[in-house]
């Protein structure tokens, strides 16, 4: 999780480099650009796993691998354009800000490929990847449900936007499914871009719910999500993480995470492309491909009874054929 | 300016030696700056495109500055300017959809109006208060940006484009579009920069000949230097400074040219990379002068736009980094120019 | 004689082209009140300011007890036994007299953080020291509960308390009443008896006839003349400081038209509980000086403000001030300027100019007839300031300088050129010539005698007697915010006035 390339000691960075080269030299290298979004690669979340993917893949596939994190919204048409220019074979974009950004470049560039993360376009040289978080967070609204014993649970969003709103509505069908009585408090923590940073607020909100009676928070709101568990542990009370496996940042008080494996997804689209099997058009993540699951370690084994664990795979495979339709907060509003 | 541009050597050669110790070749640095702002029209039209905007915040704080006022409440200006132009401007959409260009251009100018007053009476509020109330203007212009922060998000919550997942407000009627005749966005049209580059300038250039040779130039200057003495000597200093600050907001305001019509044709939730607190800097390297902020503006959006192509092409810096050399050289120009006020 | 104190020789200095000092020669010896005086702008401060390590001579050099003394700063400088006090005290408001002594005391940068204060020490030492010298100070008060004179004094026992033996003093009676100044000169005195040197900065000649055992003049940055202070007559320093021969001369006086220009009636002005202006009744004839005699701070500046800018002030009065039809408490400053109102303040460099700004830039100052609508006529702004600058021989004679580069003689001159030039009805002045040569003193005082005879009413407050008796047709006398009577010409008596000033009646 925290393996980041800053502090490792240069001498370390350089045989990387050597090594890199080596390996890749006979082929020419197979250029990937990542450009991640304004929250950047240490973000412990959306961003970071998006980079852990890349990064697996320039180990695992001896790709070169080139990463640029966005200063403003302004610059990142120029960044894919850079990357572009530069002949990179893949460029991928993280999160919907880059939408139209690529869909411009990639427009005016055919030859060259593009994958997006959270932004649907629909031309033949970009893959959008898009994850359907509301079921997984159906999944986790049902465990939520189970573990209440209040029977009053909490969603804390970070930034108000309709990918969120899809979140909280899974969520609330889960909980609802589960325990139809159930009460369900929600509460955004802003309107800007601020509101994925902003722990101190996401405690107090947390502390809010808590008070009301909630027992068990279900936060999707990238690294404000630490001010919620630091709230957890004083508590006493439960939380759900979200993106990434987050279980360890706080063991006995993180009942489980959503998982929406970005990592997986630019892997695979990676691995795809350099065994030149690249299409376009938009591939979904659902639990179908596990590329939205919910996370079982060392961490929650406890907290998740087997009965839980039983119920919650019954509900997964009901999602999976179609028995239980999660609604959709896209579909809904248009 | 002679010393400014001394300081700029030396401030720049600091950030080269920093780059050497992360780990660059400092010349490659410097080539990749160089090749940022200037590299290709794309590149020189983008680094224009953030110049624009940083002139006209430049312009907002240093005309506070000669007032003796801080504005650092640009940010909010410009925030509240943009907001009402697009609103302005979907107004139009909504309630008169423009049909012929002619009749859209009219909805475009008036929709820019009605922001750049906005922009204005958010910089009068904190210099009627200054003034009658004797409430502190930093206080007050900072206090007003998280005020039009919430305005603007609040604005774009009702707005809400249907078509993206970004925070953003519905576009304006594209007939309200600047960029079919604009012929500097002809130049670059793979940019945002636009025909906004050129009222900036004229902005500041008639700024620099209102300031150092008209009477409410001259007004505003000694208000700002001796405010005693422009009371005792039939100058109102409580109307001079309401007015810079009037101006101050109006200046800010002129980002929304550069951001709606010009370019995006929307709001878009926190657009600006800081464009209102850049401004002080460019204020400051530039001493307030109008026309050294053309300068100045240009060597700092040079800066953003580098903040990203150094990330891209180099292995050790990123952009915070360009952070730290803008610092550097707000540093250095600074102290090289106070250092011959001292030596006078 | 012996080796003397300090022996200047050779000091040049210069400021761009400005020499501010060249080929000073003089010495100073022990135990005497040393006078340097010359004009405003011949080189005083600087040479000052060189021996006390501030500034650092072009060429030449200082001896101190025969060695050569070259202080690079003025630590160094207090080391060797040299205290300066400023015509500026640099006294911190809120702390105690106690606490500024204590601050100031020598000691490592490593060692302040561990000192222990011994405050009871220190006032036991600082008591003994005020006996010594008969100057005796509430220790534990602050400093803005002290009077001008008590800071001074403070200043004074600082450079004894660390045992300075060469007292440099700035124009150290400025800001001194006449009463003040006498007693002053005595403590200067007894300081010389017991042993110090003192260098006594100053271009009032009354202070050097009274106490100077020797002068040194300087005129240019050239030393004009040093010498025993013995049987030399007022008007012989004073020549050799202007380098002319000089005699104040009565001026010849036009017959005034004696027409009432204002009417004040009733005036009064409370601020925070105090009777600043206590029911004021005056008028103000054209063609007439009226001056105002008093101690600083019995209303002068309350009546200056009511006359130009009651609104804006922040003050509130009662009364009327009726100038033709108007009553100019209920105008703003701008419309009183507009009635052909003209102002000489008393604080130059607060209240009259922007020293920031060029001559021409403050030369616009309250002057609405050389603006058209929103623009400058600057021909004709140009033209007559560079007439002015002429007539008052203003130097350097160059209008684009920033205001704060000329001396403080020639900035005053601008500043009256200014408000004479734009030929007004009413002439309010205060302090025309604090802190400026007796050259032009001189000019001043006949332009304000000219003002007089154009037929304009000039209301002049002044703390300098001899100005007021020499420029007025009138007097009235001030204190405690009264008016305590009004003297014609022929009535002028100095100690009549001085016991008026003094609140007797």
Known sequence: MKNKIGPLPRPIIFLNTVLLVAFSLPAFAFKVGLVLDKGGKDDKSFNSAAYQGALKAQKELGIELKYVEATDNNLLENMHRSFAKKDFDLIIGVGFAQADAVKKVAAQDLSEKFAIVDGEINAPNVKSLMFEEHEGSFVVGVLAAMASKTGSVGFI???????????????????????????IVTNYIGITGEAWNNPAKA?????????????????????????????????????????????????GFILTSMLKRVDVAVYDTIKAAKEGKFTGGVERFGLKSTGIDYALDEHNQKLITPEMKKRAEEIKSQIITGKIKVPDFYKTKK | MKRALLGFVVGMTVCLSLTWFAGE????????LFKSAFGSWDDLALTLFYTTSLIFTGLSVSIAFHAGLFNIGA??????????????????????????????????????????????????????????????????TM??????AGLAASFVTNNQNPNSQNPESSPVSPLMSWQPWDPLHKLAPDTPFNISFLFAVAAALILGVLLYKSRWGFEIRSTGLNEEAAQMNSIPAPKVKILAMCLAGLFAGGV???????????YRLGFSPEYGFIGIAVALLARNHPWAILLSAFLFGALQKGAGDLDLETNAITRDFAKVMQAILILSVSSFSLWKGKKK | MDTPLLEFSNISKAYGQVHANQNINFQIHKGQIHALIGENGAGKSTLMKILFGLEHADSGEIRLRGERLDAKSPIEAKKKGLGMVQQHFQLAPALTALDHVILEQPHSFLGSFFEKLNRDEWRQKLENLSEQFAMPLPWDQTVDQLSVGLQQRLEILKLLAFDADILILDEPTAVLTPQEVDAFLERLRSLRDSGKTIILITHKLREVIAVADWVTVLRQGKVAGTFAYEGQSPHSLASLMVGKAFSPQEFERKHSSNEILVRVQNLSCTSHGVRKLDRVNFEIRSGQILGVAGVHGNGQTELIKALIMPKESGLHFEGSIKYGEDDLLHL?????????????????????????????????????DFFKGRWIRRHRRDKELEESME??????????????SFSGGNQQKIVVAREVNREPNLLVVAEPTRGVDIGAIEAIHASLIATRDAGVGVLLVSSELEELLRLSDRIIVMSKGQIKATLLREEFDVERIGCLMGGEA
Not at chain 3, 391 to 404: I, Q, S
């Open chain 1, 203 to 251: 405690k107090e909100l947390a502390l809010s719910q808590f008070n009301q009676g909630a027992d068990v928070i279900f936060v999707a709101a990238g690294a404000s999500g630490s001010g919620v568990f630091d709230a957890t542990e004083e508590k006493k009370k439960l939380a759900i993480g979200v993106d990434s496996n987050q279980n360890w940042m706080k063991p």
């Open chain 1, 157 to 183: 969003g970070g930034m108000d936007i309709p990918l969120i709103r899809r979140f909280e509505m899974g969520y609330r069908a889960g909980v609802l499914h589960q325990n139809p009585k159930a009460k």
């Open chain 2, 256 to 266: 929304a040219l550069n951001e709606i019509f010009g370019a995006h044709m929307k």
């Open chain 2, 75 to 140: 940010e909010g200006q410009l925030n509240i300017a943009t907001v009402v132009t697009t609103g302005v401007g979907l107004f139009f959409t909504f309630w008169f959809p423009p049909t012929h260009v002619a009749v859209a251009l009219i909805y475009s100018v008036a929709s820019v109006l009605a922001g750049l007053l906005a922009g204005g009476f958010w910089g009068f509020l904190p210099g009627y208060f200054k003034v009658k109330r004797d409430a502190h203007e930093v206080i007050l």
């Open chain 3, 391 to 404: 007539e008052f021989d203003v130097r350097p004679r160059n209008a684009d300088l920033p205001f704060a």
């Open chain 2, 25 to 32: 070749n400092p010349f490659h640095v410097l080539s990749v």
């Open chain 3, 332 to 368: 703003a400053n701008k419309d009183i300027r507009k009635l052909e109102v003209g102002l000489i303040p008393e604080d130059r460099l607060q209240q009259a100019v922007i020293p920031a700004l060029s001559a021409k830039e403050n030369y616009l100052l309250g002057r609405h």
């Open chain 2, 143 to 148: 206090m007003l940006n998280f005020v039009a």
